[in-house]
């Protein structure tokens, strides 16, 4: 047990998430057990003080498991494979963006191994992930939240339980379906301005003292516009079983489609033309 309160931490998945979090685990001075199809991702973090699993089945000996792999079939085969070899009283976390069934299917494949399920989504992005400021949104029993407390201390801001096992999988969409509407609006609005012969970087400066502030209008060129469709997709899946059409997020997946990176960066690189 290290002075954290807490024993091995292992991270299936070091991605552009999973990568800085580790990190942050491993300076924290945690016992970070890292696995990754990406060699190279492993040797890394091994070289800053991390152990390396040679299968995600090896994981199963941490104390709490932290998976953030791409897609749901992946959350499944992973955590199968965890859970095929954990201890029982052990911990773990689906902190990839799936869908709550997908964690009640793990949940139960987890019952008979005496293995607690939590799922932990990620809010803040890369650069929340990188800067170790990440809102993490949680469903699952609390208690079990409570007792993993210190996994999350050195990569997260915010930690919100909001409610049973897939309360934090609806959460992430809902601030999903928020993120990706504003987006398109400030894009949107903003392309307005310029044509109308105001300076987009003007334009924002004087947004951000009024009541169109945002986060993301404060920081949309830090942002990569990576995972919409999935993001998206998530949210039909989860609307069509309550029966919710979701216009405006139809909207979004199709505008999105002609936003870029570069886009936005020339948008408030400069004057209008």
């Known amino acids: 047990m290290s002075d ?12 552009a998430m999973g990568g800085p979090i580790a990190r942050h685990l491993v300076g924290a001075g945690l016992d970070t057990v890292v696995f990754d199809r990406d060699r190279s991702t492993v040797d890394e973090l091994v070289g800053a003080g991390a152990r390396a699993a040679g299968s995600t089945a090896e994981l199963g000996g941490c104390d709490v498991v932290l998976v953030i792999v791409p897609s749901d079939e992946d959350v499944l085969e992973v955590s199968a494979a965890v859970l095929g070899a954990a201890e029982r009283g052990s911990t773990l976390l689906i902190c990839s963006s799936v869908t709550p069934e997908t964690c009640r299917r793990v949940e139960a494949a ?30 699952g029993e609390e208690a079990v939240l409570d007792r993993v407390r210190p996994a999350f201390a ?8 909001l409610g049973p096992l897939g309360s934090g999988q609806v959460g992430k969409t809902v601030n999903n379906l928020c993120h990706w509407g504003q987006i398109t609006a ?12 105001v300076e987009p970087a003007k334009l924002r400066r ?31 899946r989860m609307a069509g079983g309550v029966g919710q059409d979701l216009p ?26």
């Open 4 to 15: 954290h309160g807490i024993g091995s931490v292992g991270v299936a998945g070091l991605g």
């Open 110 to 139: 987890a019952e008979g191994a005496g293995v607690a399920v939590l799922d932990a989504a990620l809010t803040g992005g890369v650069r929340g992930a990188e800067d170790g400021e990440i809102v993490l949104l949680a469903g």
């Open 154 to 161: 050195p990569w997260t801001k915010a930690v919100h339980h």
């Open 186 to 197: 400030i894009v949107e609005a903003m392309r307005l301005g310029r044509d109308l012969g």
């Open 206 to 236: 004087a947004l951000l003292d009024g009541a169109a502030a945002s986060a993301t209008l404060a920081q949309l060129e830090s942002m990569r516009f990576t995972w919409y469709r999935k993001d998206l997709a998530n949210a039909f």
């Open 248 to 273: 405006v997020a139809h909207t979004a997946r199709e505008v999105m489609e002609g936003i870029t990176v570069a886009g936005v960066a020339e948008l408030f690189g400069g004057p209008p033309a």
